[in-house]
């Protein structure tokens, strides 16, 4: 599932526009306004990077379950799924960041950077009336 979601996130990227359609259609399952599915699909670099970290963690938590494992394996099994999780809530706050305040715009695809975020467009329609 990684890979598949690397590919799709890096053709989105890219500006291909199957991939730009067939997330914009996947995107209007997500409850809210037209701001945060645009924020979804901005910060899907976000949940690229927390699901390449659950995956780290879950294979860790796997191949730790095995008896008689030696105490350097277990050590190298400990540090990559603490260092999952870390990537797991990482991308969470990306993908938290990307949504409410579209930064850091690095991690933004260029046709995208000029988007306000959620918060600041709600900011903007406040100031508005509407």
């Given at each position: 599932?990684?890979?598949?979601?690397?590919?799709?996130?890096?053709?989105?990227?890219?500006?291909?526009?199957r991939i730009v359609h067939i997330l914009q259609e996947a995107s209007?399952?997500?409850?809210?306004?037209?701001?945060?599915?645009?924020?979804?699909?901005?910060?899907?670099?976000?949940i690229c990077i927390?699901?390449?970290?659950?995956?780290?963690?879950?294979?860790t938590g796997a191949l730790g379950n095995?008896?008689?494992?030696?105490?350097?394996y277990e050590l190298a099994l400990v540090i990559a799924g603490v260092g999952g999780g870390g990537l797991l809530l990482a991308g969470l706050l990306i993908e938290w960041m990307i949504i409410n305040f579209n930064l850091p715009k690095f991690m933004v695809p260029k046709?995208?950077?000029?988007?306000?975020?959620?918060?600041?467009?709600?900011r903007w329609r406040k100031g508005r009336g509407d």
């Open positions: 599932m990684s890979i598949v979601l690397t590919w799709l996130i890096a053709m989105f990227w890219r500006g291909n526009q209007e399952a997500f409850s809210g306004d037209d701001d945060k599915r645009a924020g979804i699909l901005r910060g899907s670099i976000g927390s699901v390449w970290g659950l995956t780290i963690a879950s294979l095995h008896q008689g494992v030696s105490s350097e046709r995208m950077r000029s988007q306000p975020g959620c918060r600041e467009a709600a």
